[in-house]
């Protein structure tokens, strides 16, 4: 049909729809599906195998018994405003008023939609790190906007300070920082912060971070961009309760910022989701408001895990960066002599029976050679289910 060729044309370039204009098929389904295929274990999919804890699953159950099932007000209910407020009070210490500075979202990623198609228009350069979580290209995409990026590079995955004052220039609309980061794991330096604030303010940009693995770290405490000198006035902070309280499929998010930006926002997300969850708002505000030992706990927890499964891809010969935080490890294919971490990615489910995905998902089409050999493995699974990926780990022969 004529009357989508322009749309298509750009969502192929984008690569959200193959060359025949069908969804592309992501390589996340792709895995997925071979995984159910072949009964192998998928540390592909960044999901936990675990429920969150019995406090939020209650009060979503109670709150649907006691009738919270109608239209939440648009901005979210004023108690989990509120409950928002006062976790970033108690952890971060910037203090967003839940009347004004405050949106409840459709998870992070309507927060990065309204955001994005919101705040940018046709031509303006949205500028990320690269590799970068995938949903960033498709919306950048979406709203027309042009993608920038700037390397993570392994194996350390640290930015380079002259390639960002390179690529952020008097176009760039926004910086989208995702830090701690999916997929590496990396938490940026108050250094790359500072100057990322530097950047934005000299070049009238506005910072919009995905800060949505703030209490999955495992090294130091995480740093929201919002709380570095001058950054308040042009940083919208986005969050969700999916990675924190092990609920990915209720999908509640927000975004805190200046009210006047985070009115921009709410005017698109109204036409997007208009409201959302209402069950799992209040369940969500219990869990903001859990004490201090649950977040430190689930960071613990996580961390063992990391080190499990980094230990594992060691001795099964791949080259490890350790994760500072999140989900995830980013494995070097190179040193077991596979230079197609994708190829290695397709044989691994019928060959040892254990799913990955490799990191040129994350990347642009253009530069998917910077990272052909790496493979990304999650490892927020039950201890018992990364035991037997460990013990699968050890047949792996090349
Ligand atoms: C999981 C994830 C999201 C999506 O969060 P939702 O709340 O499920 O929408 C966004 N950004 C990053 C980096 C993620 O890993």
Redesign the pocket.
């Known amino acids: 049909m004529n009357a989508l060729a322009g749309w298509s044309r750009a969502a192929r370039g984008a690569g959200l729809l193959s060359p025949t204009g069908a969804p592309a098929a992501s390589i996340f389904s792709e895995m997925s599906a071979l995984a159910s295929a072949t009964g192998a274990i998928n540390l592909g999919q960044?999901f936990p195998d675990e429920d969150g804890p019995i406090e939020v699953l209650d009060a979503a159950r109670e709150a649907i018994a006691a009738g919270v099932n109608q239209y939440p007000p648009g901005r979210g209910t004023a108690d989990l405003r509120l409950a928002i407020a006062e976790h970033r009070s108690r952890f971060w210490g910037d203090t967003p008023d839940p009347e004004t500075e405050i949106l409840v979202t459709?998870?992070?990623?309507?927060?990065?939609a309204a955001t994005i198609l919101g705040l940018t228009q046709p031509g303006d350069e949205v500028v990320t790190f690269e590799p970068f979580?995938d949903?960033y290209g498709g919306l950048i995409a979406l709203a027309g906007a042009t993608h920038v990026t700037a390397t993570l590079h392994a194996p350390t995955f640290t930015p380079d300070p002259d390639e960002l004052r390179r690529v952020i220039t008097d176009r760039t609309r926004l910086i989208i920082v995702?830090t701690p980061?999916?997929p590496t794991g990396v938490m940026l330096s108050t250094e790359i912060l500072d100057l990322l604030v530097e950047l934005a303010h000299r070049h009238d940009a506005i910072i919009v971070t995905?800060e949505?693995?703030e209490h999955l770290t495992f090294e130091r405490t995480h740093v929201p961009v919002v709380t570095r000198p001058g950054a308040a006035e042009r940083t919208l902070t986005?969050s969700?309760?999916?990675?924190t309280f092990a609920t990915?499929g209720w999908?509640?998010?927000w975004i805190s910022g200046p009210a006047e930006l985070i009115t921009r926002v709410t005017t698109v997300k109204q036409f997007l989701s208009y409201v959302n969850g209402a069950p799992f708002q209040p369940a969500i505000a219990v869990g903001l408001r859990l004490p201090d030992t649950y977040f430190t706990g689930i960071a613990a927890t996580l961390r063992g895990r990391r080190d499990r499964l980094a230990a594992g891809l060691s001795a099964a010969g791949f080259g490890v960066s350790l994760p500072d935080a999140?989900?995830f490890i980013v494995a070097d294919t190179a040193p077991l002599g596979f230079a197609d971490a994708t190829e290695l990615a397709r044989e691994l489910p019928g060959k040892i029976g254990i799913a990955a995905i490799p990191v040129s998902a994350f990347v642009l089409p253009e530069h998917r050679d910077h990272t052909r050999s790496l493979l990304r493995f999650a490892f927020c699974k039950r201890d018992e289910v990364l035991s037997e990926a460990l013990t699968r780990l050890e047949t792996l022969t090349v």
């Open positions: 960044g459709a998870g992070a990623t309507e927060a990065l979580y949903a995702n980061h999916n995905d949505v693995y986005i969700s309760g999916g990675k990915t999908k509640i998010g999140g989900y």
